[in-house]
T-cell receptor, first 112, second 114 residues
Framework: EAQVTQNPRYLITVTGKKLTVTCSQN?????MSWYRQDPGLGLRQIYY???????DKGDVPEGYKVSRKEKRNFPLILESPSPNQTSLYFC???????????FGEGSWLTVV | DAKTTQPPSMDCAEGRAANLPCNHS???????VYWYRQIHSQGPQYIIH???NNETNEMASLIITEDRKSSTLILPHATLRDTAVYYC???????????????FGAGTQVVVTP
């Protein structure tokens, strides 16, 4: 079954404690991306990757890092989380030459 | 600047057709029109996309005006499970940077009532 899997799905953490949200896809997709969703602001793109070792900033990259060492994985790293990074995060993937992107189920992150 | 404009909300009666409008007056010749929906806080789900011609699949129909400045998503027989936020997105398929930046606007909250 085609899947985009995010972990953890729910996390409460403290300010400044580094955390990583993992994203894995089993569809051999070249393209992967991270979004955050906040009330009233909709879905905003954080980073995206067109292929292994290729990453680019989206609209709200500040405070986040990503890496793409393998095709199937695209982890989102919060080096020093702050309360304003409390949000619902989505990972997505798609074929580079394709038209559809697939989303994970989301990760609820709370920073206190 | 937003590339698309959608009404913030609309209601639809169960069993009736839901017609969701989208304005994209600055669309370029290389840009497709995509529709996604998001049910509550789940991951957005692909519905349909098109460039110039009208498109239909098992979920919906997409009608694009001849000048491509607007489009309408049609859910032919709305059900309660179609209650969701619907996003209209334009996306450049030629330029790598534009292709990668898949940007969502505010969308239309559709409520299907019994």
């Amino acid at each position: 079954e085609a899947q985009v899997t995010q972990n953890p799905r729910y996390l409460i953490t403290v300010t400044g404690k580094k955390l990583t949200v993992t994203c894995s896809q089993n569809m051999n997709h070249e393209y992967m991306s991270w979004y955050r969703q906040d009330p009233g602001l909709g879905l905003r793109q954080i980073y995206y990757s067109m292929n292994v070792e290729v990453t680019d900033k989206g609209d709200v990259p500040e405070g986040y890092k990503v890496s793409r060492k393998e095709k199937r994985n695209f982890p989102l790293i919060l080096e020093s989380p702050s309360p304003n990074q409390t949000s619902l995060y989505f990972c997505a993937s798609g074929q580079r030459a394709g038209n559809t992107i697939y989303f994970g189920e989301g990760s609820w992150l709370t920073v206190v | 600047d937003a590339k698309t404009t959608q009404p913030p909300s609309m209601d639809c009666a169960e069993g009736r057709a839901a017609n969701l409008p989208c304005n994209h007056s600055t669309i370029s010749g290389n840009e497709y029109v995509y529709w996604y929906r998001q049910i509550h806080s789940q991951g957005p789900q692909y519905i349909i996309h098109g460039l110039k011609n009208n498109e239909t699949n098992e979920m919906a129909s997409l009608i694009i005006t001849e000048d491509r400045k607007s489009s309408t998503l049609i859910l032919p027989h709305a059900t309660l499970r179609d209650t969701a936020v619907y996003y209209c997105i334009v996306r450049d398929y030629m330029t790598t940077d534009s292709w990668g930046k898949f940007q969502f606007g505010a969308g239309t909250q559709v409520v299907v009532t019994p």
